[in-house]
């Protein structure tokens, strides 16, 4: 599968969409920012840079300062796919996240949802 055209997909385009999705819920971007800073080890103001330089998620991810070692605990399905299965590194990251904000919006615990 060539997944060049989502790597290239900004960042700053789909976290207003990570958002909306979670305030459906009664969770808020505080929430979202929590759990992305959690799993790329970005500081806030590191994430507002970010998604002020929309950059694309190959890139984002290439900065992060830090992939959280837990993220490994990350396990089931998103969009069809067993995130623990996914090979390629760089889609398995982005689904990593993805999991991370589909788990805010049905409401689980914020401790829970970081693997603590």
Same mark, same amino acid.
Do not use: G
């Given at each position: 599968m060539n997944n060049s055209r989502v790597y290239k997909m900004s960042f700053a385009s789909v976290?207003?969409?990570y958002i909306t999705k979670v305030e459906k819920k009664g969770?808020? *971007?505080e929430d979202v920012d929590t759990v992305i800073k959690w799993l790329t080890g970005?500081?806030?103001q590191g994430l507002e840079k970010e998604i002020e330089n929309k950059t694309d998620?190959?890139?984002f991810f290439a900065n992060a300062p830090q992939?959280?070692?837990n993220a490994s605990k990350i396990t089931g399905l998103i969009c069809g796919?067993?995130?623990e299965d996914i090979e390629e590194e760089l889609m398995? *990251?982005?689904r990593y996240m993805d *999991?991370?904000?589909d788990e805010l919006a049905r409401g689980k615990k914020m401790e829970s949802i970081l693997r603590k």
């Open positions: 976290y207003p969409h969770r808020s *971007k970005y500081s806030q998620f190959e890139s992939m959280n070692p796919y067993r995130v398995q *990251k982005i *999991k991370l904000v």
